[in-house]
């Protein structure tokens, strides 16, 4: 609710109980105010927590998102961090309605808000929900797929936070770096190791390997990169909304064995 999930975080915490989570963590882009709410939802339930947050990162002219785990969600060195990454949102999405007006749909900017509630945190899915409400597209993927994604009219490049300051937001605020969903990036094999190797590098250790955005065979890709740069792995569902996610909580296949799960590594920080 404090970026782009439609749920509460008492209401994801009990459906993640009701789904046999047994470990749930929290990940909104770019901030940390759902973190309390949800510490206490996972408590009052006798769930297991881990603080989270997904934050977005420019690295060879993509974005990519990098979840931390575990980390001391009131160090202020993360919050001035993902207080600076979400400044650039408001701009951004009034630059994405000027664009999307041009090609004949006006006003997305106040369409998207009314989702979004905050400008600091308006983002593609609000302006995808907008664009479904007002009948342009039948369905969120679509507005991606026509709309939102690089090439197309309501797409802006922007730069997010670098990879060396996320991992130190992260690492310095005793939690764990890990890469998001590697495979909905498009690097070519070259970019691909340079990121996984300047994240490396930088201090990250995790990357996700199961996750509501991989395919089957990504699993098995990322089981292989994971091993390859002695990552620890980790396994996330992506979950957004009950209308939107292909995933449910809680209902991902298991990381493959031979993989050292980030949720071992972080035992003393599990609330
Ligand atoms: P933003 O941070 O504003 O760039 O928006 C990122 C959000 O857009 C994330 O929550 C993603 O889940 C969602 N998203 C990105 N690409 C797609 C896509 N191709 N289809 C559906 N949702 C997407
Ligand atoms: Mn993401």
Not at 69 to 98: V, Y
Not at 137 to 148: A, H, I, P, R
Not at 197 to 217: C, L, N, R, W, Y
Not at 233 to 257: C, K, M, T, V, Y
Request: glycine share 10%; with cysteine; hydrophobic share 40%.
């Amino acid at each position: 609710m404090v970026s782009d999930g439609t749920l509460t975080p008492i209401a994801l915490a009990q459906r993640a109980q009701k789904n046999g989570v047994e470990l749930w963590s929290l990940t909104d882009h770019d901030e940390v105010g759902g973190q309390a709410q949800a510490k206490a939802s996972a408590k009052s339930l006798g769930l297991s927590y881990l603080t989270g947050v997904e934050i977005s990162v420019t690295f060879a002219h993509k974005t990519v998102h990098i979840v931390g785990l575990g980390f001391d969600d009131e160090d202020p060195l993360i919050q001035s961090g993902l207080l600076a990454t979400r400044g650039g949102r408001e701009k951004r999405a009034r630059e994405m309605s000027d664009q999307l007006a041009k090609v004949g749909i006006p006003n997305c900017f106040e369409g998207a808000l009314n989702f979004a509630g905050n400008p600091e945190l308006i983002s593609r899915t609000h302006f995808a929900r907008h664009l479904v409400e007002s009948g342009v597209c039948s369905d969120t993927n679509e507005v991606f797929k026509n709309y939102l994604t690089e090439g197309k009219p309501g797409f802006i490049e922007h730069r997010w936070a670098s990879l060396k300051d996320a991992v130190h937001w992260i690492t310095a605020s005793k939690g764990m770096a890990i890469i998001a969903h590697p495979g909905r990036y498009g690097f070519t094999p070259t970019e691909e190791f340079a990121f996984m190797s300047e994240f490396k590098a930088h201090g990250g250790q995790g990357i996700e390997v199961v996750t509501g955005s991989h395919t089957p065979d990504e699993y098995i890709k990322y089981a292989d990169v994971a091993l390859e740069f002695d990552f620890a792995a980790s396994r996330g569902s992506d979950f957004h909304s009950p209308n939107e996610s292909r995933i449910d909580l809680g209902s991902l296949p298991w990381l493959p064995g031979k993989l050292k799960p980030v949720w071992e590594l972080l035992e003393h920080r599990i609330q």
